[in-house]
């Protein structure tokens, strides 16, 4: 599921973290998935706001900087009155569903098990992989182990558009 993608993404960052790195998260909807009809879409930028505030559920910080899509966006370029709205929609579905949460009138999703377990599982096979990059890189932090990372193909990109001849491996 995206919620236990995105934890398990924040949870390495966290554990990880390096270099005076700060982390901020910024979630947003995902265009693909909103629909044309306005009124699903709507309904859709709502339902994305609540799953944002489940990735952190009782941090009322979090997240951060929310990225607003706005809702029209898979029929035409957002208007400012448009934007206005989408921003509304965001605030408005934040606020109800931390109340809902709260008064358990919707699941605490940090108690669901089978986004636990999903979270477990991406987080051990992320630190494999970044445990592998470490024994196979020297210096991976820094600009040319971060390339060499990239082009042995650690970081598969298949829909990368420049550079494919360059980096086969990470097109794979």
Do not use: K
């Not at 706001?49 to 706005?70: C, F, G, K, R, Y």
Request: hydrophobic share 40%; proline share 6%.
């Amino acid at each position: 599921s995206d919620l236990a993608r995105v934890r398990a993404l924040l949870g390495i960052l966290q554990q990880n973290r390096g270099f005076g790195m700060r982390i901020t998260l910024q979630p947003r909807a995902g265009l693909d998935y909103l629909p044309a009809d306005p009124d699903l879409a709507r309904e859709q930028l709502a339902a994305a706001t609540a799953l944002m505030d489940d990735i952190e559920p009782h941090n009322d910080a979090s997240p951060q900087i929310i990225h607003v899509v706005s809702y029209c966006e898979a029929a035409h370029l957002a208007t400012p009155i448009e934007v206005d709205e989408s921003i509304r929609i965001t605030r408005a579905a934040l606020q109800e569903y931390r109340r809902l949460r709260t008064s358990g009138d919707v699941e605490d999703m940090s108690h669901n098990e089978d986004v636990r377990h999903r979270e477990a599982v991406l987080t051990a096979e992320a630190q494999n992989v970044l445990d592998a990059i470490d024994r196979s890189i020297p210096q991976v932090c820094t600009p040319e182990g971060l390339y060499t990372a990239f082009a042995a193909g650690f970081m598969p990109v298949p829909d990368l558009w420049h550079c494919r001849e360059e980096v086969p491996e990470a097109v794979r």
